[in-house]
């Protein structure tokens, strides 16, 4: 017991390097190449020296008002503007395939696997347009299926979305966060099939055109429906940018740049958008976590052995109550956890204010340094769920021939299979250490640069980066230990 409460508490300290490792993204034992201390030695020292590189090579910062999407910069530049024609057919494509969730869901098959519904919201949009949106910039402002919604009943029904009460400033991203939060619980806890998911999508559908018709149209979908809040801090990290062309009006140009640098511009406007980005960071932390055999044994033998103790009963008879504290007790970690990387960031950034001697609350650094964390999230997520894209996700040529399950075969590929869709483990274990690697080496560069912008002076820069750098080790070794942990076989 006191061995199991040991690990538990080390892996949610985030210390967990050097214990035994095999790969869990498909629920078999995988033996590493080389044992796990050398994973994280190697990625600590690889690390260390980026830090270094980028302390003695970086250059003086540019002004921080300075914009290369509003002046003119050899760093950006304008590839062409967006045709009104195709917007408008993705828009329309967008909305037909919320439409087909919500009927293949109702009158489908209840095989999530045969069902599209599944496949296409699951895989496709929420995996798969997140990571497109970190390679072709923001797209899903024009495409938002929930906003077409809005559009066609102001239309056709002339309902004013402009409003009734003014946004209170109060609300920020909060209403965003809370909803993020429900999602991810419904993902991991609600057992939901093809009929609940389009439940939930009529149910997200209402309550947009609520939110919208209450608080504004424009407004509610900036800051307030979720997927446009996360997708815009996605595509923050994209080469491509798309904006709003300001002499034409309903015109986008798409606009190269470099990537990362749309993190590199502006801030995080408030606490809850902080608390946003710590929550996809942790969010994807903990479905890793709670599925391994550390986390499972902590609760079934250490927590369920004391409540067992304490009432006299075997586990048979515990069984029906411990299963519901098991729900409570996860759900109340996945909602709480943003906010114990809260304060881990503030330890770190405690250590930053102190080195430092400068003058400015946690609560600004905060803010400051709260983009820097997104490519680290990325990565977290990418590692965690690829895998999924690219053996699930392929069936969507198969699944759109035959969306009901009925035995169509509408454009003649329901009986396509592909060759393989397993993947080499080696392959996968690799691409994982590659991909948190990268995005850690990513976040130290565009904390530095931050730094640069924030202190007066390169010692001050350079020396409030050394508390970040433990972090990011601290976090690059513990997104490795969860990745490298067995999950258990089954789902209690």
């Known amino acids: 017991m006191k061995k199991s409460l040991a690990q538990v508490f080390l892996a949610l300290g985030l210390l967990g390097f050097a214990l035994p490792s095999s790969a ?39 002004n921080e008002q300075s914009d290369p999407l509003l002046e003119p910069s050899d760093y950006s530049k304008v590839l062409f503007e967006l045709p009104l024609g195709v917007v408008f057919i993705f828009r329309v494509l967008s909305f037909c395939a919320l439409l087909l969730c919500i009927a293949s869901g109702l009158w489908g098959t209840a095989n999530a696997y045969m069902n599209f519904n599944m496949t296409f919201f699951w895989i496709i949009f929420v995996l798969g347009f997140s990571y497109f949106s970190a390679f072709v910039g923001d797209l899903y402002p024009l495409i938002n299926p929930w906003q077409t919604l809005v559009c066609i009943l102001a239309r056709c029904f002339k309902i004013d979305f402009s409003g009734r009460i003014p946004y209170p400033q109060c609300l ?38 609520v939110a919208a018709w209450l608080l504004g149209s424009k407004v509610w979908f900036k800051q307030g429906e979720f997927f446009g809040v996360l997708f815009s801090l996605i ?14 009006s309903q015109r986008h140009n ?22 946003f980005v710590l929550f996809l960071l942790s969010s994807t932390a903990f479905d890793g976590l709670h599925q391994t055999n550390i986390w499972a044994t902590f609760y ?20 029906p109550v411990l299963k519901i504290i098991h729900r409570i007790f996860e759900s109340s970690v996945l ?31 905060a803010l400051r340094f709260c983009y820097s964390l997104l490519p680290i999230a990325l990565v977290y997520h990418i590692t965690h769920y690829y895998t999924l894209v690219s053996s699930q996700g392929v069936m969507i040529l198969r699944l759109v021939s035959d969306p009901f399950g009925f035995g169509w075969n509408v ?20 691409i994982q250490v590659g991909l948190i690697l990268f995005g850690h080496v990513v976040s130290v560069y565009l904390a530095h640069k931050e730094a640069q ?40």
């Not at 990625?43 to 910062?61: H, Y």
């Not at 798409?254 to 608390?275: C, D, H, N, W, Y």
């Not at 079934?300 to 069984?319: P, T």
Request: charged share 10%; hydrophobic share 55%.
């Open 235 to 248: 595509s923050k990290i994209a080469p491509i940018s798309i904006h709003l062309n300001a002499a034409k």
């Open 254 to 275: 798409v606009i190269i740049r470099p990537p990362f640098s749309g993190l590199q511009r502006g801030q995080a406007s408030s606490m809850s958008e902080v608390l």
């Open 335 to 365: 909602f709480l956890s943003p906010l114990f990387y809260l304060a881990v960031l503030y330890i770190f950034l405690a250590l930053v204010r102190r080195l430092t001697k400068f003058q400015a609350s946690l609560r600004v650094l």
């Open 24 to 62: 869990h993204s498909f629920g078999t034992l995988y033996t590493l190449p080389v044992p796990f201390w050398l994973y994280a030695w190697g990625c600590s020292a690889a690390l260390i020296l980026s830090f270094l590189l980028v302390a003695l090579l970086a250059r003086q910062p540019r």
């Open 411 to 430: 454009f003649g590929t329901a009986h396509w299979r592909p060759t393989s869709v397993a993947p080499n483990m080696d392959w996968v274990w690799h």
């Open 453 to 492: 912008m924030l202190f007066p002076q390169r010692r001050q820069a350079a020396l409030s980066q050394l508390p970040m750098l433990v972090l990011m080790v601290i976090f690059t070794c513990f997104g490795l230990w969860i990745l490298a942990q067995p999950i258990t076989a089954t789902r209690l």
């Open 172 to 209: 920020s991203y909060w209403p965003a966060l809370f909803l993020y939060m429900g999602f991810i619980w419904f993902e991991l806890f609600g057992e939901s099939g093809p009929r609940e998911l389009a439940y939930g999508l009529m149910a997200y559908g209402l309550l947009n055109i």
């Open 300 to 319: 079934w033998q250490d927590l369920a052995g004391i409540y067992r103790e304490i009432n006299s009963q075997n586990i048979v008879q515990a069984y």
